[in-house]
C-alpha cells in the first residue's frame, strides 16, 4: 500500500530550511507481519525521516496496529503498545535516527471507569515511559462506504455520556485525547471540548474536509462554513491543532491518483488557505505541523510536505516556526529534547 517510492521518486526537491529542527507529532507504524499486508515499520520511517529535513523526534499516533490476538477486548490495544515500545527502544539506541519519543494509544473511552483505568494502568506498564493519551476518533458519515479509509466511530460518539466521562478521566489523569473526524463533525467536537475543558484535546488534520462521495467538488463551498466552524473550536482554550492530513485520499485533492505524486507548491496552493486559518485561530502556540505519514505518502512525499509546510509558514517569526515545527509537540506531548 505505501511501497510506492518509484512513484514519488519522480518528483524530487532540494530541501528548504534543513537545519529547523522537527518533531513530528503523528504517524503510524505497522509491522510486516500484520494480517492486512500494511508495511510501514521503523527503516520505512527511518527512510521519511532521513530524506533531507532535521527531523529528530516522533510521536506514535495509534492506528489499530499489532493488537493482542487473545485475552479481553478492551486490553487487546495494548499489543500495539507493546509494539511500539520496542521500536521506540530500537530508535533511542540508533544516534543520529529520528527517536520515537512519545506514544498514543487507543481504549474505548466509553467503558467504565474502573476498566478504563485497567486499559490506561496497562498502557502506562507496556509504554515504558512513553504513554501520554489516547485516541478513540469520533468520524462518522453516512457515505463512509464510498471513503478510502474507513471510519470505526459509531454515530453520535461525542455526545454520548459515558464517552464524555471517559475524555473527561484522561484529564484527570493528566493524559491528553486526540481525535479526527469530518468536517461535518466539528460543531460537535467543539461541544466536547466545552463540556470537559480539564482535559487537554487535540483536534487532528483540519477536521478533515472530506472532498469524495457526495462530497466531491465541494471545497469551495464548504470552506467558508468549516473556517467558521473551526473558530468555534479554537475558542476552546483547551484544544491544540495539528496541521496536515490534508492529502489523504477521502479529503478529494486527487493527489493519489495522478501519475506524478504532488509538488509542495501545489500543496500550497491548494491547502495553504486551510493552514493559515488554523494558524489565525488557534495562533502558532496551539498549532503543530504533522505529517500523518504513511497514509499522506499516498500523495507526497516526506521531504513535499515538509517543504510545503515550510513555504507556507515562511511569514512567520522564527520563534512562532520553532514553535510550530517542534516546541508546541513537545510542550502538548510532554517530550524533553534529545542531548
Known amino acids: 500500500m505505501f511501497d510506492n517510492d518509484e512513484w514519488l521518486n519522480q518528483h524530487r526537491e532540494d530541501v528548504i530550511d534543513p537545519d529547523r529542527e522537527i518533531v513530528d507529532p503523528h504517524h503510524h507504524l505497522w509491522r510486516p507481519d500484520n494480517p492486512a499486508g500494511i508495511v510501514y515499520d ?3 520511517l527511518w527512510s521519511d525521516t532521513d530524506d533531507g ?3 529528530t523526534q516522533t510521536i506514535f499516533m495509534e492506528c489499530g496496529s499489532s493488537y493482542r490476538k487473545d485475552g479481553p477486548d478492551h486490553l487487546k490495544p495494548i499489543g500495539e503498545t507493546e509494539y511500539i515500545a520496542e521500536a521506540a527502544a530500537k530508535s533511542a539506541a540508533e544516534p543520529g535516527k529520528a527517536t520515537i519519543a512519545a506514544f498514543i494509544g487507543h481504549a474505548d473511552l466509553r467503558l467504565p471507569l474502573d476498566t478504563l483505568d485497567e486499559v490506561l494502568d496497562a498502557h502506562i506498564e507496556a509504554a515504558k515511559g512513553l504513554f ?3 485516541r478513540h476518533a469520533g468520524p462518522y458519515d453516512e457515505a463512509s462506504g464510498e471513503f478510502r479509509i474507513k471510519p470505526r466511530a459509531p454515530k453520535g460518539l461525542y455526545k454520548d455520556e459515558d464517552f464524555r466521562r471517559g475524555v473527561h478521566r484522561l484529564g484527570e489523569r493528566a493524559m491528553t485525547y486526540d481525535t479526527w473526524n469530518y468536517h461535518t463533525q466539528i460543531l460537535d467536537f467543539a461541544d466536547l471540548a466545552a463540556a470537559v475543558p480539564g482535559t487537554t484535546m487535540i483536534l487532528d488534520h483540519f477536521g478533515t474536509p472530506l472532498g469524495v462521495g457526495p462530497y466531491a467538488g465541494s471545497h469551495k463551498a464548504n470552506f467558508s462554513k468549516w473556517k467558521d466552524d473551526i ?3 479554537a475558542a476552546n482554550p483547551n484544544v491544540y491543532a495539528k496541521l496536515g492530513g490534508l492529502a489523504m485520499p477521502d479529503n478529494g485533492f486527487g493527489w493519489d491518483t495522478r501519475d506524478t505524486p ?8 491548494a491547502h495553504g488557505p486551510y493552514y493559515e486559518h488554523m494558524i489565525r485561530c488557534f495562533g502558532p502556540d496551539r498549532c503543530m505541523m504533522e505529517s500523518n505519514f504513511p497514509v499522506d505518502r499516498l500523495s507526497l512525499s516526506y521531504r513535499t510536505y515538509w517543504n510545503a509546510a515550510k513555504k507556507i509558514t515562511a511569514g512567520h517569526s522564527e520563534a512562532e516556526k520553532d514553535a ?3 516546541a508546541v509537540a513537545r510542550k502538548v506531548y510532554k517530550v524533553e529534547a534529545d542531548v
Do not use: C, N, Q, W
Open 231 to 233: 473558530e468555534a473550536v
Open 53 to 55: 529535513h532535521k527531523v
Open 262 to 269: 504532488a509538488t509542495s507548491d501545489e500543496i500550497v496552493d
Open 324 to 326: 510550530m515545527f517542534s
Open 42 to 44: 521503523l527503516p520505512e
Open 132 to 134: 501520554r493519551g489516547i
